[in-house]
C-alpha cells in the first residue's frame, strides 16, 4: 500500500527515499527525486507499507494508515503533521517466493517457451524483483530480438534471459 501525507511544507527532507522497518518498508519524498511542476510551498510523503490483500492493515481506513505511518519512528526531524492523506492499495506488485515456486514457475516458464508468438519478461512475467532499468532493459533486448522482416532471433533472445538473472536490485 503506498499510503501519501501531503504536508504543509516545500520540502520535508533532502532523501528522495529512505528505509524504514516495522509497518513501513521505505519512506519516500517524491519531489526530490525530480524538477517539475510541484507545488512550491508543500510536498509529499510517501510511505510503502507491506500488506497482503484483506488482511487487518489493508482494510484500515486511510486516516488510520496516516497515523500509522506518523507514529513510526522514521528519521524525520519531525512528526509530519499531513493536511491530507491519500492512499493507492496495489494488489500485486512483489513477487512472494513461497516454498515451491521454483518448480510451479518452471511449468509456466516451459509452457510459455512452447509458445512460438509469446515472450515473458518483466517482473510479473519473470517472477523477479527488479528495478525500472531493468524492466526497461528486457524491453530493449525483445525489440533487437524481432527483425524488420517479423523473424525473431531466438539465439539472442535466449541470451539476453540468461543476462537477465544477473539484474541485481538497487536501493
Ligand atoms: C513500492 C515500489 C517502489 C519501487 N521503487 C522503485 C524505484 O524507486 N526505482 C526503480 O527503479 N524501481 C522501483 N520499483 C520497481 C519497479 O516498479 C519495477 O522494476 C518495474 O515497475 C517493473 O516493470 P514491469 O513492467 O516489469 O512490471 P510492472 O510495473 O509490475 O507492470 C506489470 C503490469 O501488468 C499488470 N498486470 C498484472 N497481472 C495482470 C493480468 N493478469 N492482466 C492484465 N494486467 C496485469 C499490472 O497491473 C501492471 O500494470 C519499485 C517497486 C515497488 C513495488
Do not use: I
Not at 517524491?30 to 510503502?48: F, I, M, Q, W
Not at 482494510?59 to 524525520?76: N, P, T, W
Request: aromatic fraction near 8%; proline fraction near 8%; hydrophobic fraction near 40%.
Amino acid at each position: 500500500m503506498l499510503v501519501y501525507l501531503v504536508v504543509d511544507r516545500p520540502q520535508w527532507t533532502e532523501y528522495d527515499a529512505t528505509a524504514a522497518d516495522g509497518p513501513v518498508a521505505r519512506l519516500s519524498e517524491p519531489k526530490n527525486y525530480r524538477d517539475g511542476p510541484d507545488p512550491s510551498d508543500r510536498t509529499v510523503l510517501c510511505a510503502e507499507v507491506p500488506a497482503d490483500v484483506g488482511d487487518a492493515a489493508w482494510s484500515l481506513a486511510d486516516d488510520d494508515l496516516g497515523s500509522l505511518v506518523r507514529a513510526r519512528q522514521l528519521d524525520l526531524p519531525d512528526s509530519p503533521a499531513p493536511v491530507a492523506v491519500e492512499t493507492r492499495r496495489l494488489p500485486r506488485v512483489y513477487p512472494r517466493y513461497r516454498v515451491g515456486f521454483a518448480a510451479d514457475l518452471a511449468g509456466l516458464e516451459a509452457w510459455a517457451a512452447g509458445q512460438p508468438r509469446l515472450l515473458t519478461f518483466g517482473r510479473q512475467g519473470l517472477f523477479v524483483p527488479d528495478n525500472t532499468h531493468h524492466a526497461l532493459a528486457m524491453g530493449d533486448a525483445a525489440a533487437a530480438a524481432l527483425g524488420p522482416d517479423g523473424a525473431f532471433d531466438e539465439g539472442s533472445w535466449v541470451a539476453a534471459r540468461d543476462g537477465f538473472r544477473s539484474h541485481v536490485v538497487e536501493d
